[in-house]
């Protein structure tokens, strides 16, 4: 972890964890970012979600309620997309992410259209709980670099969303479809813009 981050208010943003079924997110992070929370037509009808991002400090994440389900969006730093890139495959299920779900316009690698900007449903692949934001390396043993840990059985994944080896989860977890324009970040769409 690197990075001039305001801990306080990373730790006040970073707040769900461990929440079965992740229906609940919505009711922890609408206090907290209420600037985000979508109104409750769009809720109802699993409109897209726009978000702004321009806020958004290197290592911060951010919880956003989409169709009922908990989306990260976290800016990785360049040493955390570094970490994750040195993670020998030898130790991921999937770590091309052929049997996992994604968009296609994202790269297979950092499973986002760019680098930094790490946009993936916080939902476990596994029966659906809502892993726990473990991102300094360490955090979970010697040779932990950073990433998610599911308390309900035990999945672990890298800060790509890639489970590790060992793990009940059989595949990574999901990453939206999204498009980024500027500072706008807008998750359930195509990069056509249409709803996807
Ligand atoms: S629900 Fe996450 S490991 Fe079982």
């Known amino acids: 972890m690197s990075g001039p981050?305001?801990?306080?208010r990373r730790n006040t943003i970073i707040a769900v964890a461990a929440v079965p079924g992740a229906l609940t997110g919505a009711a922890i992070v609408a206090p907290l970012v209420a600037s985000l929370a979508p109104s409750e037509r769009a809720k109802a009808a699993g409109a897209p979600v726009t978000v702004d991002i321009s806020g958004l400090?290197?290592?911060?994440?951010?919880?956003?309620?989409?169709?009922?389900?908990v989306v990260w969006v976290m800016?990785?730093?360049?040493?955390?997309?570094?970490?994750?890139?040195?993670?020998?495959?030898?130790?991921?299920?999937?770590a091309d992410s052929?049997?996992?779900?994604?968009?296609?316009?994202?790269?297979?690698?950092?499973?986002?259209?760019?680098?930094?900007?790490?946009?993936?449903?916080?939902?476990?692949?596994?029966?659906g709980c809502s892993p726990t934001a473990k991102l300094t390396p360490g955090e979970m043993g010697n040779d932990w670099p950073g990433g998610f840990y599911c308390p309900c059985h035990g999945s672990k994944f890298d800060l790509a969303g890639r489970v590790f080896t060992g793990s009940p989860a059989p595949t990574n977890l999901t990453i939206p479809p999204y498009k980024v324009d500027g500072m706008s970040l807008v998750i359930g769409v195509g990069q056509d813009g249409k709803e996807a």
Request: proline share 7%; with cysteine; net charge positive.
């Open 5 to 8: 981050v305001n801990k306080s």
């Open 57 to 69: 400090r290197p290592g911060e994440k951010l919880n956003v309620e989409w169709r009922g389900k």
């Open 75 to 94: 800016k990785r730093t360049p040493e955390q997309v570094a970490a994750f890139e040195a993670i020998p495959a030898s130790q991921l299920t999937d």
């Open 98 to 127: 052929k049997k996992s779900k994604q968009p296609d316009y994202v790269n297979a690698k950092t499973r986002s259209i760019t680098p930094e900007l790490m946009v993936m449903e916080g939902v476990c692949t596994h029966l």
